[in-house]
């Protein structure tokens, strides 16, 4: 199937990119910066590359429409609501609401293309996973500019849910380096999730195609770790 990837040049866009082409799907991906994708070997024809803005309407309907016979059947967006660096506390660079009005653009584009599924990377504690979030973590989210990513998150679940579209609202724990692994899921909410786990974005990129692929996981937002 074609899968069109809003975040595809970020860390685990890449890695999803990858992974949907090894298991035969075509890619459509709207990046800002098209050399972003320029290393990643493609069969001919299997990745389509669309300069673009996900908060530009315009931008998305073009991503959408960039292969006329083949309109993307599933979306799965990693976009990121960026700082300067990782650290908590680091500047914010990207608009407070880019994954929010990303959101509101593709779910629109979806609807009229007749594509079926959205597969979105979100993180543990946004929404109802907020209260099995460590109490350190919660700090972070409250006071520090995590907060506005995991605010923007929040608003993307309210905008996705009411779209009655089919969805997948991902919320690993926190990432480190390292292969694919094994996935643990702890139900909508974290339960029974301990305070020290973490996930590869090679397994939460596993785990977004998977969700892509099955239905098992449709109209939930799994929390996962390794
Ligand atoms: N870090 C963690 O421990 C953790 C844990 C759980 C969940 N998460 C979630 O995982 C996601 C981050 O994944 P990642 O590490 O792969 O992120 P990343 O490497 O920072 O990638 C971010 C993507 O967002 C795009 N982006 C950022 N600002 C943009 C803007 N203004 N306009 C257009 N595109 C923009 C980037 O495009 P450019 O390449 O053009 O900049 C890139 O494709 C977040 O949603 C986060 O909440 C993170």
């Known amino acids: 199937m074609r899968i069109l990837i809003l975040g595809a040049s970020g860390r685990v866009g890449r890695l999803v990119v990858q ?19 320029a290393s990643i070997a493609a069969a001919d024809g299997a990745l389509t590359i669309v300069k673009g803005q996900p908060q530009d309407q315009a931008n998305v309907e073009k991503a959408f429409a960039a292969v006329a ?41 979806m609807k009229t293309h007749g594509t079926r599924k959205i597969v979105t990377l979100q993180a543990h504690g946004v929404g109802d996973s907020f209260p ?36 997948v609202l991902a919320r ?37 195609l998977d969700a892509v692929e099955k239905d098992e996981w449709d109209g939930t937002t799994p929390v996962i770790s390794n």
């Open 69 to 109: 016979e083949d309109a993307p059947a599933a979306v799965v967006v990693t976009l990121n609501s960026a700082r300067t660096s990782d650290n908590p506390f680091a500047k914010p660079i990207s608009p407070p609401t880019l994954m929010h009005d990303a959101h509101v653009n593709v779910l629109a584009a």
């Open 19 to 37: 992974g949907a082409l090894a298991r035969g799907h075509s890619v459509t991906a709207l990046v800002r910066n098209e050399a972003s994708l």
């Open 132 to 167: 099995t979030l460590f109490l350190p973590v919660k700090l972070l989210v409250r006071y520090s500019n995590m907060g506005i990513g995991y605010k923007d998150h929040e608003q993307v679940e309210q905008v996705v849910k009411q779209s009655g579209l089919s969805y």
């Open 172 to 208: 690993p724990v926190r990432f480190i380096e390292g292969p694919s692994a094994h996935v643990h899921f702890y139900g909508n909410k974290g339960e029974g999730l301990g305070s020290l786990k973490t996930a590869t974005r090679a397994s939460v990129a596993t785990f977004l």
